[in-house]
């Protein structure tokens, strides 16, 4: 009996040593089991951050590709830009030239008014001085051929005596 108690003894021996170590695995599976937990949360939490990150990724490619876009067209803009003030430019210099041009154009016109006004006076003077003359041509005339008359009636009275 005795190596019974003995055997029973050392039955309960290991038994306590497998409980002790039961007990021992229990806990370390206790800490894995947390640990996994966190894990799995530290997992998702950097899944979600991930996907926040390629959102916020594929928002700022499109705003690159919109800023690029913008970029062209500002150049575009730019480049019309400095195309309509040259064509501006140009287009004052003509307006320039032509303005010049034109008063110069009016001067002429005044110039010539002015000696068409002076001719125009000229010719009514001469107008005026031709029909003087042609009245008094007239008069001569009249008086010339009043003298023939006269000078025919003496010229035939002359015959007659």
């Known amino acids: ?14 038994a306590e040593t497998w409980q002790e170590e039961y007990d021992t695995l ?14 799995e949360n530290q997992i998702k ?7 926040n990150l390629e959102d916020e990724v594929e928002k700022l490619e499109a705003n690159l590709t919109e800023s690029k ?5 500002s150049s575009n803009l730019k480049t019309n830009n400095e195309n309509f003030s040259k064509k501006n430019q140009q287009l004052e ?9 034109l008063k110069e ?4 016109l005044r110039d010539t008014d002015l000696k068409a ?6 010719v009514a003077a001469l107008e005026q001085e031709r029909d003087e003359w042609e009245k008094k041509n007239e008069e001569l005339e009249e008086k010339y051929e009043a003298a023939k008359k006269e000078l025919d009636e ?8």
């Open 117 to 122: 006004e002076q001719l125009e006076k000229k």
């Open 69 to 73: 876009e913008m970029a062209a067209d």
């Open 26 to 39: 229990k806990e370390e599976y206790k800490v894995l089991e947390q640990d996994n937990t966190e894990k």
């Open 154 to 161: 003496i010229a035939a009275s002359l015959e007659n005596l």
């Open 105 to 108: 154009t009016t001067e002429k």
């Open 45 to 51: 939490s950097l899944t979600t951050q991930n996907q």
């Open 1 to 14: 009996m005795e190596k019974i108690r003995e055997k029973l003894n050392s039955l309960k021996l290991e």
């Open 93 to 101: 210099e003509e307006l320039e030239e032509s303005d010049a041009k």
